[in-house]
């Protein structure tokens, strides 16, 4: 229940003109997000049910044709499009004598259509001029600005540029475009620059030079009025899916007096020309009757245009007006925005810096939209990773954008990056939506809360929830140091390995080692391990079990004495498992069915964001038994570890770290007042793991994670987890031989190496495993759910990144003559004693 409770109008602002509560407009429209918390709507807002169900009854009872036809289904194609086109104009108070309004795929096709026409009209090209608070696609017209181009980084040098535009003389054509509303903090432009751009180019007799606003952005939430003509923009782009959430479909809306551009543009696709010569002389004459005919290259997409009939219907029950969504809105905005304001830790430090101008308040409906901008602080002010935030956010199913959220400039803007500085980053490997999130002390994106018109008061306790649960630090961390000693110390032997496991194909199920088996290990990790993965066969790129959770129905098994891979699909006992065999030899395929023995082909892939040569197979026989089980297309492919190698770049801990710690505050944390000791880069060889080659969990660790969890959980509620959600290679438990011992749970954090079996085999411990939500998915039912990450986002995190389970990889002593007898004894087992070495 809202605090405002159920009362229509209390307060006046809050869904203001609807039709009724906006808890019932979602109860009765937006079923999909009972479950969700969705702040997203500056990239789609959600369609109503009503919308899908109009626009199905309206597919079902008509028949509708091609436009480019004269049959009655045609010609009723026709019609509806026509009628469509003059509903959105007065949608947008647009006069149709004086605007047209052509149908583009999405904004962005429409902001291209200028540019090229720009482009085309003039043999010289065209001068362009931006503002630098734009999206990415204002941004990339400048690549077709022949005659140059300028980028107003404030809206002091953007006045600058229009005034002067009355002192040039030039008769070259020129654009000026602008966002009518930021995408990144929901900044409102002064809509008069078109007015006054036009003004200037008057006073210089110049009637060369046109406007671009990009509306996408602003019409989600806020009217459009493009009366009178005289003030209005040239070129007007927009996205309807930005309004009502379906059709996806695009505006490009033209005022005629500006429509000679688009009339030089050199392409002519079917449906715009009254006559072409195909041979001989280069001719054809354009359609003159309309603006959006000559420019309309194609079949225009006329279902989705007939949906927007439904859509429009649909918004105006339901929301009255776009002035009734702005107010809505507005007031919510203004909520978040105090709300996350206030947030302080225990020390009156600011959890969030609010990326928002000084030219712009919330509550300002003139000036401010409903997005804000933001990232997170912890109390020692170091700012806490976007990607950790997001992870986190989507187990608490909490729907966010995170990133520069296409929006170069306003991004680096607020952030304080130059432009010099980022392609130096570019170099060293940082790219847009990767993990890089701080750079040199500075944030490298932002997060982004958008609301739109189905907003409600239970969306923004969510938020708020969200962020003073997780990230607002209530009290100090307490630490407590050992005493330090003066050498490496040896951990009593009461440790022994509980399981060992192997992930034949990446992000599929376990194959868990039987006890009595001694098991190779070698350089890049226990031997069979992350050998295969499952490829898409239209991207290539490695699929994983963050975006496809049955992976861990999919459960691979090594039979090393008959030679195969043997693949069962299928919940465990299920009656309707299938299985498939595949020889584990890269040539003698005898020892398996021949339907059975796929050829493969050398692909390239991408695991992890890093590009990998991997052989396919291309057996139907394969393909289809992992697609049918996924419903994904795609396919198996195996890694040559036989002749190619992977290096993990994951930084050491250096033997000099003599700061060992143990948090008092909560068993198991970080402490936040220590930073992670110093590193050195060695590159460690693996297959086709993340990381490392061998991943260390402790079942003391578990246990103490289960007993956090379960005194947390409401009554009758169980959200323990099994060791197998980690989806570690050696899981280490605990012989408590004595009365009275205890588990020293988290006592890998401070381990330097440990030896396993009677050959001591040794290992050397690399950095604590970095989590994501994949522990969250249920490793025998492939189900979601929140924990453990939400209680490790609390007892885990350093950095502000999420950590259970350490790194782990074979010795280089132990690396050393691979080819002599010393091999023989690299294996571990099931029940080996651990010897952990510790630094002090």
């Not at 809206?155 to 030039?170: C, P, R």
């Not at 190496?753 to 492939?782: E, H, K, W, Y």
């Not at 502000?800 to 782990?808: D, E």
């Not at 080819?819 to 294996?827: A, L, V």
Request: proline share 5%; charged share 20%.
């Amino acid at each position: 229940m809202s605090k405002f409770g159920n009362q229509k109008g209390s307060p006046m602002e809050y869904c203001q003109g609807y039709s009724t509560n906006v808890d019932a407009i979602r109860e009765q429209e937006y079923p999909l997000l009972n479950d969700t918390t969705y702040l997203d709507h500056a990239g789609t807002t959600p369609y109503a049910k009503s919308t899908i169900e109009s626009f199905s009854r309206d597919m079902v009872s008509n028949l509708f044709g091609n436009p480019h036809s004269m049959s009655l289904s045609s010609q009723l194609s026709t019609t509806r499009t026509d009628d469509v086109r003059l509903r959105m104009l007065r949608f947008f108070n647009a006069d149709p004598n004086e605007f047209d309004l052509v149908f583009v795929a999405n904004a962005t096709a429409g902001i291209k259509l200028v540019a090229e026409s720009m482009r085309d009209s003039d043999h010289r090209g065209f001068w362009y001029g931006y503002h630098s608070d734009a999206h990415t696609s204002i941004v990339g017209v400048r690549e077709l600005a022949g005659m140059g181009y300028s980028c107003f980084q404030t809206d002091e040098e953007m006045e600058i540029g229009i005034s002067e535009l009355a002192s040039n003389q030039s008769k070259a054509p020129r654009l000026i475009a602008y966002p009518a509303q930021s995408n990144m903090n929901g900044r409102r432009l002064p809509r008069r620059w078109c007015e006054q751009v036009r003004h200037a180019a008057n006073k210089s007799g110049s009637s060369n030079v046109y406007t671009l606003l990009d509306a996408a952005s602003l019409v989600s939430t806020a009217p459009l009025d493009l009366g009178p003509s005289a003030s209005a923009p040239d070129f007007t782009v927009l996205s309807f899916y930005k309004i009502f959430g379906f059709p996806d479909l695009g505006a490009l809306v033209v005022r005629k007096s500006a429509a000679r551009v688009l009339q030089g543009r050199k392409f002519f696709g079917g449906g715009t020309v009254d006559m072409v010569v195909a041979a001989g002389a280069q001719w054809h004459a354009k359609k003159e009757t309309s603006i959006h005919e000559s420019v309309e290259d194609g079949t225009l997409p006329f279902h989705s245009i007939i949906a927007l009939d439904a859509a429009l219907d649909t918004h105006e029950r339901l929301y009255g007006s776009m002035s009734n969504i702005s107010v809505h809105t507005n007031f919510l905005a203004k909520e978040v925005y105090d709300r996350l304001s206030s947030l302080v830790h225990f020390n009156e430090k600011k959890v969030c810096q609010i990326y928002q101008s000084p030219s712009s308040a919330y509550g300002n409906q003139q000036t401010q939209g409903p997005i804000i901008a933001f990232n997170l602080c912890n109390s020692r002010g170091e700012w806490i990773p976007k990607t950790e935030v997001e992870k986190l956010a989507t187990v608490q199913n909490l729907q966010i954008r995170t990133g520069s959220v296409c929006n170069p400039g306003g991004t680096s803007s607020y952030l304080g990056w130059t432009g010099p500085e980022l392609r130096n980053h570019y170099s060293t490997g940082l790219r847009c939506g990767d993990s890089h999130d701080v750079l040199g002390g500075r944030p490298t994106g932002i997060l982004r809360v958008s609301l739109g018109a189905m907003t409600n008061m239970r969306d923004i306790e969510s938020l708020f929830s969200f962020v003073e649960e997780f990230y607002v630090e209530k009290t100090p961390s307490i630490v407590c140091l050992d005493p330090i000693g003066a050498n490496d110390g040896v951990v009593e032997p009461h440790f022994y390995v509980e399981s060992l496991a192997v992930f034949p194909i990446k992000s599929c199920g376990a194959f868990k080692i039987p006890q009595g088996k001694r098991w190779e290990v070698k350089s890049e990790g226990l031997a069979w391990d992350r050998e295969w993965c499952l490829i898409h066969q239209g991207t290539s790129a490695a699929l994983n079990q963050k975006r496809y959770p049955r992976m861990c129905l999919i459960r691979p098994s090594i039979d090393i004495e008959k030679g195969v891979l043997r693949i069962t699909c299928g919940a465990i006992a299920a009656t309707d498992q299938v299985s498939l065999e595949i020889s584990l030899g890269w040539e003698d395929t005898s020892l398996v069915s021949t339907s059975f023995c796929p050829s493969s082909t050398k692909r390239s892939t991408t695991v992890c964001g890093e590009p990998v040569a991997l052989h396919a197979y291309t057996s139907p026989v394969v393909s289809t038994f992992f697609s049918d089980f996924l419903g994904v297309p795609c396919t198996l492919a195996r890694f040559p570890t036989q002749t190619a190698i992977r290096y993990s770049r994951r930084p050491r801990m250096t033997n000099s770290w003599k700061s060992r710690f143990r948090s008092l505050l909560m068993p198991g944390s970080f402490p936040g007042d220590f930073s992670p000791p110093a590193r050195e880069i060695e590159s460690i060889p693996i297959a086709l793991s993340n990381d490392s080659p061998i991943l260390v969990v402790s079942r003391s660790s578990v246990n103490r994670l289960n007993e956090i969890i379960k005194s947390n959980a409401k009554s009758g509620s169980n959200k323990t987890v099994a060791a197998d959600v980690f989806r570690g290679n050696i899981v280490v438990a605990e012989r408590l031989a004595r009365r009275g011992d205890v588990e020293q749970p988290y006592a890998e954090d401070t381990w330097s190496s440990l030896r396993i079996g009677p050959d001591q085999l040794r290992f050397d411990a690399l950095d604590a495993c970095q989590r994501c939500q994949m522990v969250c998915i249920d490793q025998f039912t492939g189900a979601r759910r929140d924990e453990p990450f939400s209680t490790l986002a609390k007892t885990r995190n350093i950095d502000g990144k999420v950590s259970f389970g350490r790194y782990a990889t074979l010795s280089s002593e132990e690396g050393d003559g691979f080819d002599t007898e010393k091999s023989g004894r690299r294996t571990v087992m099931v029940g080996d004693v651990v010897v952990p070495w510790t630094q002090y």
